[in-house]
């Protein structure tokens, strides 16, 4: 594992629990400490106080600890990264319809995947309707050209209608998401990106879609009525529609899929997704928390 590929996943870490990318002197703390240097020793090389170093490696350890569910430390940081980047930092990515590949969390730096042949796709610079909003923006990505590629696979080749991406938190799951749709939005009518960080319950989730399609304003039931109007919009148009953080609406300490009460007609929604035929495409991006529906 090198130092980069540490300050990488500590910048995701530390960016999915404050809202900030680490600043130069946290870089350089991570690196030293990586390195196997004393806190005095970072000082000197960085022209800081042992003390202000100190103090910028606690709030560090405090935060990743946080993170990743377990005391870390400057005498247990190098060792904790390259278990759990060993153990468990892979992604995911599961086709609903048929199997399931896992991939590293590191890859090469590659280029653009190229389209695949025989694909019939839209032309349309832009799709006819877009709800990213919330969607991350992407500054830099390196890599990760198979797992596009795969995704790029499910979606045009296969048909897939449900795809999970999993992982360990802070590994790029929901960037991965992102760059995909960065590099695909021209072949959909419709994108959307809904979090699931603080979760509302599904009747109000297909509220929310219904009015972005003018279809009323009012809140609406989960009879009849309302899969038949939400089935229709998938058919008649491509869609692709991210649920993010996905882990929020599962029990947490529980066996994987144990939906809270609230939140269980998600799992009626899901399986309708692989069982009605239909031309769009639902990507569900979550922590290592729940089994195939």
């Known amino acids: 594992m090198t130092i980069e590929e540490v300050l990488q996943l ?6 999915e629990g404050t809202g900030k990318h ?23 090389e960085c022209h800081r106080s042992e ?40 992604i995911n990515l599961f086709n609903h319809k048929n199997h399931h590949h896992i991939f590293n969390f590191c890859s090469p730096i590659s280029e653009q995947p190229q389209q695949q042949p025989g694909i019939e796709n839209k032309v349309d610079s832009t799709s006819s309707y877009e709800d990213l ?24 080749l296969q048909k897939a209608h449900l795809i999970s991406v999993l992982g360990l938190s802070g590994i790029g799951k929901t960037t991965l998401v992102k760059r995909f749709i960065d590099l695909n939005s021209k072949y959909f009518d419709v994108l959307m990106w809904k979090s699931l960080r603080f979760p ?18 009012d809140s609406v039931g989960l009879n ?8 229709d919009i998938l058919r008649q148009k491509k869609c692709l529609i991210v649920f993010d953080d996905v882990h929020n609406i599962f029990t947490e300490q529980q066996f994987a899929g144990q939906y809270q009460p609230e939140y269980r007609d998600y799992k009626t929604f899901l399986k309708m997704m692989t069982e009605i035929e239909h031309e769009s495409c639902l990507i569900l991006v979550s922590h290592w928390l729940f089994k195939e529906t």
């Open 200 to 217: 509302q319950p599904l009747n109000l989730l297909l509220t929310e879609i219904f009015n972005n399609f003018s279809l009323g304003n």
């Open 133 to 156: 909003g919330i969607a991350p923006k992407i500054n830099f990505f390196y890599g990760r050209n198979e797992e596009l590629k795969i995704i790029h696979d499910w979606i045009f």
């Open 10 to 15: 500590a910048d995701r870490l530390v960016f």
């Open 51 to 90: 003390s202000r170093v100190r103090d910028v490696g606690y709030r560090l350890w405090q935060i990743l600890s946080k993170q990743l569910g377990e005391d870390i430390n400057k005498n247990n940081f190098r060792s904790t990264i390259e278990r759990l980047f060993i153990n468990s930092s892979f």
């Open 224 to 231: 009849e009525e309302t899969w038949r109007k939400l089935f």
């Open 22 to 44: 680490l600043d130069d002197l946290q870089q350089v703390v991570i690196q030293g400490v990586w390195q196997g240097k004393s806190y005095s020793q970072i000082g000197e």
